[in-house]
């Protein structure tokens, strides 16, 4: 499991499948990671997730929202459930959500089949 398990933008680092980072919010980093605007900027506006910034959501991050990356999808509703209920909680239900039905394995974004063997429910990759 990752040291951080989730990110400032409101990402579940849990279900992110980078071997070589352990979470946005780790020392253990990879170049993405260290190139993040919005963990930058919650880092130097003393933020813990980017829905309590004043400016939330600023025109950037609308944009990363809005990509073309189906987990970027997820983001709004995870800042709303954040900003109702705390991030403790939704890191629960964040775990829930990413563990396998069948094993109980953690799983990642885009991943199809649990090494069970299990299916599952995946986003298509963007072309």
């Known amino acids: 499991m990752k040291e ?7 990402l579940f680092c849990g ?24 963990r930058k900027c919650a880092r130097d506006n ?8 004043p400016d939330y959501p600023c025109k950037e991050f609308d944009d990363f929202m809005n990509d073309k990356w189906p987990h970027h999808w997820t983001i709004k509703e995870n800042m709303e459930y954040i900003k109702e209920n705390g991030v ?3 890191l629960e239900k964040q775990k829930e959500e990413w563990t396998c039905k069948n094993c109980g394995a953690e799983i990642i974004w885009y991943q199809r089949e649990c090494s069970c063997g299990a299916k599952l429910k995946a986003w298509e990759l963007p072309e």
């Open 4 to 10: 951080a398990q989730y990110g400032p933008c409101g």
């Open 15 to 38: 279900a992110c499948g980078a071997t070589d980072c352990d979470g946005c919010l780790s020392d253990k980093i990879d170049d993405w990671v260290r190139r993040c605007k919005f």
């Open 46 to 53: 003393k933020i813990e997730v980017c829905c309590f910034c």
């Open 88 to 90: 403790k909680k939704w």
